[in-house]
């Protein structure tokens, strides 16, 4: 708990989803010495949100995450010939790479100008991962980026380009980076850590936008999820205790709105698992401005250059490595093992 002024003064944390009923977002105000926190909220309009962000900076630093990757696998990123990830986020949509966010309907359509993958749900086995890795001329390994490796307690995130699946995080990247994160920076937001450490964003003030993963978060904040799952509603309400602690010893204050949303167990009007994951993502944001725990380890040129990292999560180094249905080997297989 900070006893004097934090680094940044405002905190949003959007949990996100292609779909705009499953974006929500939580936010914390520092005000006479605490944190009060509001939330959850359904997140309007694009335009209406970063021009609410960027308004929300106008008397201070703030930190805005987001659960959507930010940042290229090294190996993706070194086949645009751009310099870095900022300078592709620029050109991604447009010029050459106008079909960037255009998702492929067919492996013959897979390429680095155009690779996310697929359009649409097709029938049984006639969509893979072997035809994304052929089509982008990568390994599966070289699809993921560093922070997205899992360890103990931390999960094997989706890799960036697919779009099959619930936990697929394609096609929410693609509202992430062509609605949000570009053009926040085209008028004058920073990204974390592209654009430098935490603290000095925070010194510079105005709007700092970072990535962030819940399904980390909760382990960030001390919250087992052993033997419950986000999405039922019971499993959240029995999770209300944690929850409360955590604001209480952290000394928070809560709206009542916020209050009972955690008490309920987030019902439908809360926004569900997207208001849990959102408020939960926001106190692990808390933990790391506050400092008792760290943004990021020590980071490689390459990360910093292209792959970004993810809010508060250690490496998968420092966590060890496990074998297990959460956290597959990454065999290096070769990108032409299953043609399109």
């Known amino acids: 708990m900070v006893e004097s002024s934090p680094r940044f003064h405002k905190l949003f ?9 499953g974006r929500w977002f939580a936010s914390a105000v520092w005000e006479t010495g605490s ?11 694009l335009d209406h949100y970063v021009s609410d962000l960027l308004t929300a900076s106008a008397d201070g630093a703030v930190l805005a995450g987001f659960d959507f990757p930010i940042g290229l696998p090294l190996a993706f990123g070194q086949k645009t010939g751009c310099t870095d990830f900022s300078e592709a986020l620029r050109l991604f949509g447009t010029g050459d790479w106008a079909t960037f966010y255009d998702v492929a309907e067919t492996p013959a359509d897979i390429s680095p100008m155009r690779p996310f993958y697929p359009a649409k749900s097709g029938p049984s086995g006639t969509q893979s991962h072997a035809q994304l890795l052929h089509g982008l001329g990568l390994t599966k390994k070289q699809t993921y980026r560093q922070c997205e490796i899992g360890g103990p307690g931390t999960k094997t995130a989706s890799p960036l380009f697919w779009t099959l699946g619930a936990a697929a995080v394609g096609k929410a990247t693609i509202s992430g ?5 570009a053009p926040a920076r085209q008028r004058g937001a920073r990204l974390w850590p592209f654009d430098g450490d935490l603290d000095d964003l925070a010194t510079k003030g105005g709007l700092v936008l ?80 506050e400092g008792e725990r760290a943004a990021a380890p020590d980071l490689s040129a390459d990360v910093l250059q292209w792959e970004g990292w993810i809010l508060g999560r250690q490496s998968a180094a420092a966590a060890g490595s496990v074998n297990t249905a959460d956290n597959p080997p990454l065999e290096d297989e070769p990108s032409d093992s299953a043609p399109p």
């Open 35 to 45: 944190w009060l926190l509001s939330g959850p909220t359904r997140v309007p309009d």
């Open 210 to 289: 970072a990535e962030s993963y819940p399904g980390d978060a909760y382990g960030q904040i001390g919250l087992s999820m052993a033997g419950k799952s986000k999405t039922n509603r019971e499993d959240r309400r029995t999770l209300a205790p944690a929850l409360l602690h955590w604001a209480t010893s952290h000394n928070l204050r809560l709206s009542p709105h916020l209050d009972k949303a955690i008490q309920k167990g987030f019902a439908a009007k809360h926004g569900i698992d997207n208001g849990f994951d959102a408020v939960v993502g926001l106190l692990a944001m808390i933990a790391v401005v």
């Open 13 to 21: 944390h959007a949990d996100w989803s292609m779909h705009p009923h």
């Open 177 to 181: 980076w062509r609605d949000v994160i």
